[in-house]
């Protein structure tokens, strides 16, 4: 219980909702079809997850998913203690054991192949084989599992299996629409909306530039920083160069355009 | 005995018959043949070993195959214990040991030459040597060992090897007929014949995208899903969208074409 | 002595001559040189090893070779145990403290480089060095290596070296003749002359298509689990597409041709 | 505390401003917004963030960061002890917990998906998960995250994923101005104004040479050492030889023409 | 001492003698030159060295090296033991406190950086530096290293590096000619020299289709392989087969042309 | 202090002077500036440290760095002791607490990443964080850092990386000249001035190869090799053969080449 208790979301996190899909969701939660989130950096997919967890009053856990992640990092493992072995629970089976939300965050950069043990989660069966322990595991009536990914980096080399995507009910996130993005902007680093919408205005232009020279447009959460660097009493151009400019892009030209447009911006 | 039971299946799985596979099922089993299940993601492979297994009243143990297992995964391994190492048989010495039916899921994505542990399971031997324990199992007369694979998937890379492949008999899948499939999607998910019919017909259209833009169709998996959402409230469209379309494709082309043939169906 | 009975190939095994291959192995035997047996899939080699085994009364070992198989796997390693680390000897060393047939079983799944710890083995030393444990094992006189492999399979990848090979005599294997192969089957599964020559051939059939479509022909075991399960009272047609077509081939083109040799001849 | 104690910076580094960069790292850091420093080798990255650190009055965690380092080391593992095994934090983990800089220098070294573990520190949530653990952490409201690295260096395989960088506001550097620089050997090496004049214009006609035979220009590190060699009695063309030319090029045309505007310099 | 007696070679090697390389090896042994021994598989190179420490009279320590042999294989490595761990010397370690040859078969095998451990060893430090240990050991006064290998291996992936090459002397071996070849048949098989005559024949013509669909030539080691057989009662044609052509080639047209040359000399 | 004692180098090395090398090394350890010693094969660079290191009566610790060397080998480790886990210092830390010069021989040879660890301890800091035991040593006012390379080696994989690069001073090493290299040999190997020059004119012609056949010429090592050999009793050409030809080369043509060279020079 006391473990359950500790994955809570124990304040409500702002959330912008862009369409219905926090209806859809409740939806899907209802009857526990796991879900995947896709869409671009910092769009606000973890926040919308955070969110459901919240509004659904179920414990959160998170995994930030990477290449070197073996299977035993989600299930658990055997630690040698004073009196031999003990058996340690992953963040999965422990999702899996309380009832939780178990999030995979950027799925794809798991090994590909490690993504199977989560397939008996995923389908009728809702267990969990522990191999090495020689358990199977029935997952608690609240659990769900949630995935998110990045279309845009897929390859040849790694994307999903369709024989994991086809266990997944879908979501696609994209930057929220302009005023929406505005508002968010206001409200997280209280500056005025006017300043929001200029601000808006450079992240759309750079996202223009997606394809053209950038890999990815400017996130809502780097808008957030200018925001917020403005608001602790930076100057404008200062502020939009450190925290939009710089950390995505090392292209003199690109740079320079960009610059130019913040320029332009706050002349 | 008590580690028996905890492999039995024991409720009747859902499982609708396509042709007389339950019968050369049986045959392959009274011979113990080894035998291999073949089709695409979701078409109902291991629905159908798991109510094989409940038939014939076995143990059944799954095994989720990845790139990652080695070959002590599955045979077993030695751990540290207050009192020296201790061998842990993995799943597939207890299916030899209990008389199990042992599922290897999504085989090919074992590591090739790992497989190479089944042989003598395979042959007129039936016997699983642990060589780090210098032990030679003899299988139990019950045991039968079963493959599942997704001819899709095969590359270069990746096949089974032939040596493999001639040790077992060989159950072709597909998707169910129309009027089988939508028998399937209104018991699984209560939903009436109509609307069961109008979802076999968007997965049927998505079917015939396959190698046209798609990797694999929609499959019965993704229809009962959908099917489960309108049953709860979501409205028919949004329902196919996330639960048909965006999980299977990131291309626009594809999701709108798919997008279409919904509105279509629903209008 | 507990230890060599247990190793024993204690029944006759069932095995059809096919030239005067029994005396040439015993005269290898004689003169404890090294033996490499050749061919394809599923022809009887490993049978054949087993058959010499029990007829010169030796204990057989067999090694399922594999390419994440270690020096360690063969030779033997440390364990921990409560008093400290405890040397544990591989089959390889087994076999030659006891004075074994020694069978590594497709060796060219093993790393390449990991066959060099049985060139002391094969020449006039005899010897086994456990490098880890600082002993030099002289090998027992009754100690003899084997090693099977398939030419089919070789690559510039995957091939023994030069080196290695020179170390051995070898025996080449193919499929048996039509007759001698119709008798197995007879024998094997217990079905009539004529059926076993149905089956025959349509295995040749397939056989002509290696290299055109097949990588490897229909083996003799594949023959005979389509001979057990017609004895098991299925149907001939559906005997052979589930024990000689659906495991060997995923091509349509192929199948429709194994297929329809199988009608005409269940006509 | 005494833990903290051992991290902070004791005396003033020697840092010579180049622009408003230390004004707008305190308002980086008084939003505790994560900061990526990026330049070229040997500019002075690694010294602005000592200096920052020693003005900030805070401890800093520096860890170099290589292609074989795991998660863990950043993270913490366990350790076996007497009485078991027992929990290290790495230093990613010292950092969160005790509200230190954690420096991550040349931080594309890493396995990039080994950066992942990051990301919980660097946005709203500020958490660092020990999966290994079970432990959730609660980044100290001191804690800063900063990285390095330099753009030079970047090609397909080793770049930073943009859902990295895209938690960064950047800070980008450059080879201080000549006059600067004349300053930094001065004060660093005690040398006169005039050879520190005459050491910069050498290192400035070599930066030309960067991308026409040189993958990097001289750095300001090695001018110093230039300069430190000649005022401890080398001749200053040996010095120049040995500290600015035998070190960055292995190529003799470009040997020679780096060794003649050494021999004009120092006419 | 004990440990020392337990590597002396105690029967004298039969060896034949090809040229003065007798006394060149004494003559670099007796300057504790390491020594590299050059030739195809199976002309005798490991029989030369072994006839040498028998010569000398000083222990021999022989390791095949492979791919996976790592630096501590060679040197020794800690084992965990009732009292915690304790270390075990590896052979190199070894040969070099007591005074041993060591021999290392194969070195190219070992991966080519892990071969920079016999570095210190061998120039004017004779010393092996047990870096794990702390400790720096001074080789034994009657230490010498011997590498082996084999030119027609080589490729640009694996080779010697010119920093290991010039650390040796080194002797260059091929086949012995007819005459000295034959009598090392008659003398080690006990048949007449009219049929060793004759096997050299059939060896000498295979060795001309090297690099024509050979990749070596039959070594002298076949040839007695099958001087033995022959010996022992099994008809020349089929001895010749079974030993020198099935082992090294799969190639049906070479093994027809072997096969032939075989009858000729046998009609 | 005992520890330091045992790697003082206790006679004095002979070593022959190029230019004034001696005297900049000297400045260069005044100032405590890392070194790089670059030069081809054999040319004596680990001579020339070994002969500093005895001038300056500092301790050298010699680490031969190789593809498989962890950071760990280099920095320390964790051993499993009686009393659980205890802390092993490796060589890099070791020199840095007692003050030694720290030689990293060939030091390509490591991973290129690996050697991130170095930095802190090539720059103002002289310090050296040991992560995975939360220490930081400062290093002792006796310590420097050398490391070895041979441009030749060089290649797109291996190469170190300006930032690393960029933390020494460099002294270029070559073969010597023909005198002085003369001279060693009738030093090293105690023979006549005329011989030592016939041998150093076959070095010369060798070497004149370099890039028209052969990777390296023949080092002056090879040619103590040749005259200690000869000094030892065996024929010039004999000794030249095998201590100057086979053990470069390979190619049947240059050997020829060489090998006429030297029947010209011993006429």
Redesign the interface.
């Known amino acids: 219980m006391d473990n359950k208790e ?2 809570k979301v124990r304040k409500e ?1 702002f959330y912008q909702a862009q369409r ?1 899909e926090v209806a ?1 969701y409740e ?2 939660y ?2 526990r ?1 796991p879900v ?1 989130v ?1 869409g671009p ?2 769009c606000g997919k ?2 919308f997850i955070e969110y459901m967890a919240w509004k659904l009053n179920k414990p959160l856990i ?7 992640m ?2 035993s ?1 989600l299930v658990g ?9 003990r058996w ?4 999965l089976t ?1 999702a899996a054991r309380i009832g939780a939300i178990c999030y995979l ?2 799925v794809v ?1 798991a ?4 993504t ?2 989560i ?2 989660l995923t ?2 069966r809702r267990t969990l ?1 522990l ?2 322990k ?1 358990e ?1 595991i029935k997952a608690h009536p609240d659990f769900q599992l949630v995935i998110s990914y ?2 845009g ?2 390859s040849l080399m790694k994307d999903l ?3 994991t ?8 996130f994209d930057y929220p629409e302009a005023s929406v993005e505005a508002g968010i902007l206001s409200k997280e680093a209280d500056i005025d909306p006017g300043l929001a919408g200029q601000l808006v205005k450079i992240g759309q232009a750079a996202r223009n530039l997606k394809g053209h020279g950038l ?2 447009g ?2 809502t ?2 808008l957030v ?1 200018a925001a ?2 403005i608001k ?3 100057e404008p151009r ?1 502020a939009c160069r ?2 939009l ?4 892009t ?1 292209d003199a030209d690109i740079r320079d355009t960009l610059d130019h447009a913040i320029d332009t911006t706050f002349a």
């Open positions: 500790q994955y996190p219905n859809l939806a899907a209802a009857a079809l995947m896709k950096t910092g973890s926040r998170t995994v930030a998913c990477n290449e070197d073996t299977a990092d493992r055997y630690l040698l203690d004073a009196g031999g072995t340690l629970d992953g963040p422990t965050d950027e950069e090994r590909q192949d490690t199977v043990v397939h008996p389908d009728h084989p191999d090495k020689g199977l990045n279309p980096y897929q299996k369709q024989s995507k086809q266990r997944f009910t879908a979501f696609e890999d990815e400017i996130s959460r780097l920083y917020t660097l602790g009493g930076v200062d450190m925290a400019v710089r950390p995505i090392d």
